[in-house]
Each structure stands twice: as C-alpha cells, then as structure tokens.
C-alpha cells in the first residue's frame, strides 16, 4: 500500500514536472486572465492590430471622443507628456508580466488630457485622462497598444514585441465602424527637447532644476549635457521656454 502512494505521487510529480514547460509559452488566452481594467467606454475599433496593406499598425484605434482613459492595471506612469505625433500620451508600466515573465507596458495616445504625472503609481482602473484627438490625428481616436519590451516610443515596436490588445479582453463585444481602415502612421516617439520638459524638470522639481542650471563645475550637469550632447547654451534655452511656458 505505501508502495502504491508512493508510485502514485511520483507518478502525479512527473506529469505535473512535464505540464511546466508548456505553460512557459504564451498562450492567447493567458492575457484574459491577467484581469485587465478596458481603457475607455467603446469597444468601437476604427483600425485593428496588425498588417494591414504593408503597414504594421502596432495596437487598436478605438473610436472614441473625450471619453475617460483608464489604466488597464496597478503599474507606474512610465511617461505623461505631449509629442507632436502622440500628441498628449501616457506609458504605464504594469506590473503583470507576459506568460514568459515579461513585464507588459502599455501606450494610450491622442489624449485630450491627462490625469497622472511620469513617476506615479497607478492602480487597476484609475482615470489616467481623457480621449482626444491631439498630435498627428485624422480624427477623435484612443490608440493603445501593449508591447513586453519596456518601451515607449513607436518606432521601437514591431510584431514581436507588441501584443494584439484585444487578447487582453477576450469577452469584449467589439465592433468595426469602417470595414476600410486607415492607419495612423504616427504613433509617438519620445522627442529629447520635449523629454527634458516634460520629465527632466517635472520630475527634479523647479527649483532643484534651476539650482542645477546655475551651479558651476557641477559634475551632474557635465555629465547630463555630456550624455545628450547639449551645450550650456541648449541648457539655457531649455530652461526659459519651460519657464515661459509655466
Ligand atoms: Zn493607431
């Protein structure tokens, strides 16, 4: 009898042993079970993801005008800022991963507005904003994609590192406004003059900023205008329009 449990359990060990390789590949319905907050209020797709006519579309364009954006889980706010082609956009780092241990983040561009600043934390349905049409739009439109790369610009996605977002809401009830499609050609890069804007100053603070601008033989400085080939002059420059601006 305790030679039957015994084979009994090895037996149930090996099989349990040999299912653990398959669950390291993702499968499709992996992603509904993440749980996902839906990013607005339609499920209207005015262009899919994929290939479409020679053009690699790197997530959804959902349909939508000033609607709420909502963050699809917990995460960080990876980026809020405003491009010319994202116009105002918002990254959010989650914190769930990929079925192969990939940490998921997520892009929502041509937003009216937002809500959250880079560096905060979110939780799972937080408002992070509202849908809008800013940047290089055709029209009133939510683009969101999803990649397992840790990036934020477009042009570092691609098929491989981007996800079919509506894997992620595998009961959504979708529909098509338009059975032809146009794609949005421009889906927001990072632009270093608006980065140090929007982050570098927003994130140090005002006045630690200026502190740093004004400092003389600051070996931060050096380093930051070393690292981003900038002269003192650029750093000058910078500094009054983001004043003028405030
Ligand atoms: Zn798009």
């Known amino acids: 009898m305790k030679m039957m449990k015994k084979i009994f359990s090895l037996t149930v060990l090996t099989f349990v042993l040999a299912m653990i390789p398959l669950t390291a590949f993702a499968k499709d319905s992996d992603y509904g079970d993440l749980g996902w907050y839906y990013v607005t209020t339609s499920y209207k797709i005015t262009s899919p993801y994929g290939d479409r006519g020679g053009v690699f579309h790197k997530g959804i364009d959902i349909g939508v005008d000033k609607e709420p ?9 990876k980026y809020a800022g405003y491009s010319e082609t994202a116009g105002n ?11 192969n ?7 929502y561009l041509h937003l009216n507005s937002y809500s959250v600043s880079t560096g905060d ?6 408002k992070i904003g509202v849908t809008g049409n800013t940047g290089n739009s055709t029209g009133p439109h939510l683009h969101f994609d999803v990649n397992n ?20 809401w595998p009961n959504a009830k979708w529909s098509s406004v338009s059975s032809h499609f146009e794609i949005d050609h421009h889906e927001g890069d990072l ?5 140090i804007f929007d982050f570098l100053i927003e994130y140090v603070g005002i006045d630690a900023f200026e502190e740093w601008k004004n400092a003389t033989d600051n070996p ?10 900038l002269s003192e002059n650029d750093m000058h420059h910078i500094y009054n329009e983001f004043i003028s601006e405030k």
């Not at 954006?69 to 706010?77: H, L, T």
């Not at 934390?121 to 937080?126: A, H, I, P, S």
């Not at 990036?151 to 977002?165: A, C, E, Q, R, Y």
């Open 121 to 126: 934390t979110v939780k799972r349905g937080d």
């Open 101 to 107: 241990g990939k940490k998921l983040t997520a892009r």
């Open 89 to 99: 956009w918002v990254v959010i780092e989650s914190e769930d991963k990929d079925p």
């Open 191 to 195: 632009i270093l003059e608006e980065a």
């Open 149 to 168: 790369a840790n990036k934020m610009n477009g042009s570092d996605l691609n098929k491989n590192n981007t996800i079919n977002p509506v894997l992620f």
């Open 220 to 229: 931060v400085q050096s380093e930051f205008l070393n690292h981003f080939d």
């Open 69 to 77: 954006a909502y963050s699809i889980s917990k995460g960080k706010v």
